[in-house]
């Protein structure tokens, strides 16, 4: 997020003056000993400018000043200028198998408390949002005097309607139905986001990856669900609907007798996530719902010749296919724990070369994004920040 803040008024009517503003923020965020002598001499901002935007950004708690000095000779020392990355902070809210789990971040994206709890497989409405309540009070418990939550983002795996704030139902809590997000909000009297976790996953990699803003790219996630996210040209393919490439539920079968989570048969989750998996074959522990942990242990375990593995790739190399057809991406971005493990995902990559057609076979870039969800984490309470700084990096004085 920090590295950004030069761009916060872009895309939208601004002074000169704020959009230097923005400048002088991000410098002080990005520089170490900086001073207002080393913003000017860097920014070339008249030293009047300077000081203004300096002033104000220490009165709202943005900056501060640090005992230490420049001494630059032949000239006066200089006060070194830190920002203040606790004033701002938000909450994110995850779920991870049936786990939920909080994180607090300030807007360097430093996660500064967290806090994970599981949820039993028939929890209801009810149970998951005293879960939520139970997690945000947890990690804002050590807020520090005089620092701003600017509000909680939930990212979900199943059906979101994010406009409307609800989510309508997830194969993994099937009690859990057209769940109102909107009285969390209401009870803690702070704005709440809501989104889908690989979308936010992906918009995590555009913005840190500014080469990929330009292309189309297919996010799948391979663990203990499967589920895909894509983006054309930096923009996410919606729904009205709330979800979008279901690959988990994917028919693969039409005389299956396997019910899936969802209560469909012969979904491709029947044959290849680790919910169906565990317990079926020792090379997929049974218990683990950490997908960290899992990430290790595929990294670390040889999977080829296992007949439950094989079946499962066969088939999830079959769907993937699929959806490449659908969309043609540039990039394939694999994350979870299944494609952390070289043999699988090689096997992958060879048999995409080997079915597609020749005109794409060659120009489709086949990636993994190492240990799990985390940057969904970091994006989905951008917009708090972004919203939040619009206003505090408008210049008030001059």
């Known amino acids: 997020m920090i590295s950004t803040v030069e761009q916060i008024h872009k895309g939208k009517r601004y002074r ?118 139970r997690a945000y009070r ?19 795996v199943g059906t979101v309607d994010s406009v409307h704030k609800r989510w309508i139902s997830t194969a993994r809590w099937r009690n859990i139905r057209n769940l109102e997000v909107g009285t969390l909000e209401e009870y803690l009297g702070i704005p709440f986001l809501l989104n889908r976790m690989q979308d936010a996953e992906l918009l995590y990699f555009i913005q840190k990856n500014p080469s990929y803003r330009e292309k189309n790219v297919l996010l799948v996630h391979w663990g203990f669900g499967i589920g895909a996210s894509y983006a054309s040209k930096g923009s996410l393919l919606d729904s009205t609907v709330g979800r979008t490439c279901e690959i988990g539920h994917l028919r693969v079968s039409s005389s299956s007798t396997k019910q899936c989570q969802c209560g469909a048969f012969g ?71 299944v494609t952390e493990n070289e043999g699988i995902f090689q096997s992958i990559v060879r048999y995409m070369q080997r079915e597609l057609p020749p005109y794409a076979k060659d120009r489709i870039e086949f990636l993994v994004l190492p240990g799990g969800f985390k940057g969904c984490i970091r994006s989905s309470v951008y917009p708090f920040f972004q919203r939040r700084l619009e206003t505090l990096l408008k210049v008030r004085s001059f």
Request: one cysteine or more; charged letters at 25%.
């Open 16 to 133: 000169l003056k704020d959009k230097d503003k923005a400048r002088v923020y991000q410098e002080i965020c990005t520089t170490s000993r900086c001073s207002r002598k080393t913003v000017i001499q860097k920014l070339k901002i008249r030293p009047t400018t300077v000081s203004k935007i300096v002033r104000e950004l220490i009165e709202d708690g943005l900056v501060e000043e640090t005992p230490e000095r420049i001494q630059d000779a032949p000239g006066r020392a200089q006060v070194v200028l830190r920002a203040n990355p606790n004033l701002l902070t938000a909450v994110s809210i995850t779920v991870q198998a049936r786990q939920i789990r909080a994180a607090r971040l300030n807007i360097t994206e430093e996660v500064q408390e967290r806090y994970t709890e599981p949820l039993p497989p028939e929890v209801s409405n009810e149970g998951f949002l005293e879960g939520c309540l």
């Open 267 to 337: 979904c491709l989750e029947t044959e290849a996530a680790l919910w169906a998996l565990q317990g079926k074959t020792p090379l997929v522990p049974q218990g683990i719902l950490d997908e960290e942990e899992l990430s290790q242990h595929f990294r670390e375990t040889d999977l080829s010749r296992d007949p439950m593995i094989e079946n499962a790739l066969e088939h999830f190399c079959v769907a993937l296919y699929n959806l490449i057809q659908v969309f043609y991406p540039d990039t394939v971005l694999f994350i979870g724990p």
């Open 138 to 156: 947890a990690v804002t418990r050590e807020v520090l005097a005089g620092s701003e939550i600017l509000g909680v983002a939930l990212s979900l």
